[in-house]
């Protein structure tokens, strides 16, 4: 199938004639547009190119222009790609492959954990509920998995995303918040495969492990709703998540 290509002020937009992102361009446009303003600004980044965004019919598409044919909802691809699924049921658009796109001019940390952690602070929520209500469940529920464990892609690999993911996004927020952008890029910009730990100490000039107990202390110190945190256990049980 051909594509049809629309630009605006930061992007290409890919999508098929006939297509539900056909019908809805200018809707789809204006919340890219949104997101990456808000990012850039945040970040403090200005992006070189525009960002081409492939608006896909299926997740096994969108593993075919990847390249690795594993069917996913999007994925970013370096320097400035961006394939994501928008079909009837699934509208993978929004803030998360944008961020990724967006911070490769910061830096690509190997950990997994910090990326999408990053990606996540910007969504702030995923299947709409808050990242922080997760972790608290995760929390209450002896589901929560330390982050010194997750740091490792292996370990970070192990786990559904649905438990990875709102941890990492919820951690980067409270760095964020705690020590400021500024020292959050530098730290994010100085990371390599082995230097997780002493980076932070010297970055943040606490040790990684006063944090990660802080962090914890944090989120069990906010408050959720009843309704919330049932809507997170009938999902994780949908799922055979629930321990
Ligand atoms: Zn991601």
Redesign the pocket.
């Known amino acids: 199938m051909e594509w049809i290509i629309r630009e605006s002020d930061n992007y290409i937009f890919h999508y098929y004639a006939g297509s539900i992102a056909e019908k809805q361009i200018e809707k789809i446009i204006n919340l890219q547009e949104t997101c990456f303003d808000f990012i850039c600004s945040c970040l403090e980044v200005t992006m070189e190119t525009k960002i081409n965004y492939y608006l896909c019919n299926s997740p096994t598409e969108v593993g075919e222009f990847y390249g690795d044919n594993e069917p996913c909802n999007a994925c970013a691809k370096e320097p400035n790609e961006i394939y994501a699924v928008y079909n009837d049921q699934i509208k993978c658009v929004g803030f ?1 492959e944008d961020a ?1 796109v967006i911070s490769y001019n910061l830096a690509i940390p190997p950990q997994i954990f910090m990326r ?1 952690g990053l ?1 996540m602070f910007f969504d702030k929520v995923s299947l709409q509920i808050p990242n922080y209500a997760w972790v608290k469940f995760f929390m209450d529920n002896h589901m929560y998995i330390r982050i010194e464990e997750l740091i490792t892609n292996e370990n970070f690999y192990q786990y559904s995303d649905l438990i990875t993911y709102p941890i990492a996004g919820a951690f980067a927020e409270y760095l964020i918040l705690m020590f400021g952008i500024d020292k959050f890029k530098t730290f994010y910009s100085s990371l390599k495969e082995d230097n997780f730990e002493s980076s932070f100490h010297a970055i943040f000039k606490v040790p990684f492990s006063i944090i990660d107990a802080k962090f914890k202390e944090y989120i069990d110190s906010i408050g959720t709703n009843r309704t919330i945190s049932n809507i997170i256990q009938k999902e994780l049980k949908s799922r055979n998540l629930l321990k």
């Open positions: 998360h990724h999408e990606a």
